[in-house]
């Protein structure tokens, strides 16, 4: 029995429950009363996905994407073996948990099943709980890897986090029955559209200043031309009538001079909206910045039948 509201699994860098409001502004309004597919092609923790799920009767089917391979195969295990997910994540909670007050063996804990994690060597599910627990516990939910992909995020130093939340992990479950669940660069997702979709973007934001970047999700970093590719494919959906949703840093908000994104998007809608960060080493940084939101469409034009 299933009586909980999916909501995300995993804190996330740049998780975007606090834009959901300005997205909600922002959403072309046929979306409320035709049938629609909804693709997001840089999904992180779903935060969009799962409001999205959650509140659209319309909604006919989803498509999500992420290049992060060990993100993704959470996704499967959750929507394909949750039951066997939930046991072993239960045992590294009770393990976890009973370490309550000794924080050199919470540490050897913790380092021991980063280690594991890393050698990429478990089965599908027991990958998947590493790549759960390992969010739960380390600092601030970061995920980041080095070169080699190695995840190299040390410890948080949170008291008894919630390792197994096992409603929300079948709530979730039962959420991605209708979700088509691909691997790999955001462009492959066109494959995927018909003509009633709309597609949200939420790449990896352009750091506002060389030290903010936490853009390192994945071992390739999302430089200017990543942006840049991701603008031609944004004006190629266009063209074929789908319409889109883009979310990303304000860098002029920083840099008055700034015009990258005013002249990249200069054919589309930009709007500044108001956001706060919900990732950020620093609790000084982690005020009210503004954000961009662009779109491709006015909204009253936007889903037209074709
Ligand atoms: C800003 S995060 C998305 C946050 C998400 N909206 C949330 O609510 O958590 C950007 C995501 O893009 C992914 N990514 C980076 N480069 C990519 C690429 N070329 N294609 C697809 N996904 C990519 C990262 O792995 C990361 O999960």
Redesign the pocket.
Do not use: M, Q, R
């Given at each position: 029995m299933i009586n909980r509201i999916a909501k995300?699994f995993?804190k996330?860098?740049?998780?975007?429950?606090q834009l959901i409001a300005e997205i909600e502004k922002s959403l072309p309004y046929e979306i409320t009363n035709k049938k629609f597919t909804y693709i997001?092609?840089?999904?992180?923790?779903?935060?969009?996905l799962f409001w999205v799920l959650n509140n659209f009767q319309k909604l006919e089917r989803a498509v999500i994407?992420?290049?992060?391979e060990d993100?993704i195969n959470t996704y499967k295990t959750i929507a394909s073996r949750p039951s066997e997910l939930i046991s072993i994540l239960e045992i590294l909670q009770n393990e976890y948990h009973a370490l309550e007050g000794n924080e050199e063996n919470k540490k050897l804990y913790y380092y021991q099943k980063r280690n594991l994690y890393n050698t990429r060597k478990e089965e599908q599910s027991g990958q998947a709980a590493l790549f759960i627990f390992l969010n739960r516990t380390c600092f601030n939910g970061l995920?980041r890897v080095n070169s080699k992909n190695f995840y190299n995020v040390p410890m948080g130093g949170y008291k008894k986090p919630t390792i197994c939340d096992r409603e929300n992990i079948l709530a979730v479950s039962n959420a991605l029955q209708k979700v088509e669940i691909l691997c790999?660069?955001?462009e492959q997702t066109l494959d995927f559209a018909n003509n009633k979709s709309l597609f949200y973007f939420?790449?990896?934001?352009k750091p506002l200043s060389e030290t903010s970047s936490f853009?390192s999700?994945?071992k390739?970093d999302?430089n200017d031309n990543?942006q840049i590719r991701l603008k031609d494919f944004c004006s190629k959906l266009d063209v074929l009538n789908h319409s889109w949703i883009l979310s990303n840093s304000d860098v002029k908000g920083k840099n008055i001079n700034d015009n990258f994104f005013d002249d990249l998007y200069s054919d589309f809608k930009i709007q500044r909206v108001d956001a706060r960060r919900s990732i950020n080493a620093n609790p000084e940084k982690r005020g009210s910045l503004k954000e961009l939101l662009i779109t491709n469409y006015a909204n009253e034009q936007a889903l037209q039948p074709a």
């Open positions: 995300p995993l996330w860098a740049g998780g975007k429950t997001e092609p840089f999904v992180g923790s779903g935060a969009v994407n992420d290049i992060n993100l995920y790999g660069d955001f939420d790449p990896p934001y853009n999700y994945a390739d999302f990543e």
